[in-house]
């Protein structure tokens, strides 16, 4: 018994001189000053004393620089949602691709030790002139009008992938042929007419089953979708808008087969193949009679692919 009365006195002890050694010890975290002096160095290629805005390419080369550094992150673009992407080295280029010359308000956030960060921005004034290939616009509106629809007689119709530059295909998942038929026959018989006109370009989405897709968040704005809901067909009217073509700003190396085009829609009422928020949908592959299209997902890292065939 007295053995174990000791035993407790002694454990009581060191418990009480590692508390009272604790409490007279200063712990030092470390300069927590977060980074400052950001610079945010935007080369437009191209500019000069007769090209104030580029050359049109649209491609610009971004370096930032801060003291007390570890990481930055960059949204090209502040006029849409907040996209901060990771730039590990601080060095990183961009094409813009809205037509002509547009002005962005470019983010850039800078983390330092133990989390802090600081942020700037700066604007900057992009020329950007595009012609696509006249085979793209030939096979596309067969040079008046064409309809196209998704083609359900061949497997990957409609398929999703990883959004990555240096990957495309439908990896993750890819609908075999007919898949949708028995839940969603809309998604086969809504037609997408291209057309040239005398002062551009227009899509007439024809939907007279409804659109397929799955909730109003994310249909982006497509009249007649409800707010939340499963994938589906819903009551759609079918809009016309206009369209225009862009290079590609997927970022996917030249030796990737593409067209390095992209169609880009104009407004919030139409969209090809699938009902969604995507506007931008890059044309990998396309003849007379078959298109073959890859969009970012409205899930983050996601991809979609689109097989439509003409009519």
């Not at 931008?280 to 970012?296: G, K």
Request: glycine share 10%.
């Amino acid at each position: 018994m007295r053995n174990n009365i000791k035993l407790i006195i002694l454990l009581v002890s060191i418990v009480t001189g590692f508390w009272a050694c604790s409490e007279n010890e200063d712990y030092v975290l470390g300069d927590l000053t977060p980074p400052s002096n950001i610079v945010i160095n935007a080369e437009i290629v191209g500019k000069g004393p007769n090209t104030p805005n580029g050359d049109g390419s649209g491609d610009v080369k971004f370096t930032i620089t801060a003291d007390k550094a570890l990481s930055y992150r960059i949204d090209y673009d502040a006029s849409d949602a907040l996209n901060l992407v990771n730039i590990p080295t601080g060095k990183t280029n961009r094409k813009y691709t809205k037509l002509g010359t547009n002005t962005y308000l470019v983010t850039v956030v800078v983390y330092g030790k133990g989390g802090t960060s600081s942020s700037t921005t700066k604007e900057i004034t992009v020329q950007s002139n595009f012609s696509p290939d006249a085979s793209i616009i030939t096979n596309l509106t067969g040079g008046t009008s064409k309809s196209w629809v998704v083609d359900k007689t061949v497997a990957g119709h409609f398929g999703v992938g990883e959004w990555s530059d240096a990957v495309t295909g439908p990896a993750w998942w890819a609908a075999s042929i007919n898949e949708k038929v028995g839940c969603c026959p809309c998604f086969y018989t809504t037609t997408f007419k291209f057309s040239k006109t005398a002062s551009g370009f227009s899509i007439d989405v024809n939907s007279p089953d409804g659109a397929f897709t799955k909730t109003g968040a994310l249909a982006g704005g497509l009249p007649g979708i409800p707010a939340s809901g499963d994938e589906g067909c819903y009551p759609y009217p079918g809009a016309s808008n206009s369209f225009s073509f862009a290079p590609s700003s997927s970022g996917i190396p030249a030796s990737t087969p593409s067209t390095k085009t992209s169609i880009l829609l104009a407004g919030s009422n139409t969209y090809i193949g699938y009902g969604a928020l995507q506007k931008e949908f890059e044309i990998l592959e396309l003849t007379p009679t078959y298109m073959y299209l890859r969009a970012q997902g409205t899930e983050t890292g996601n991809a979609w692919y689109l097989k439509l065939v003409a009519l």
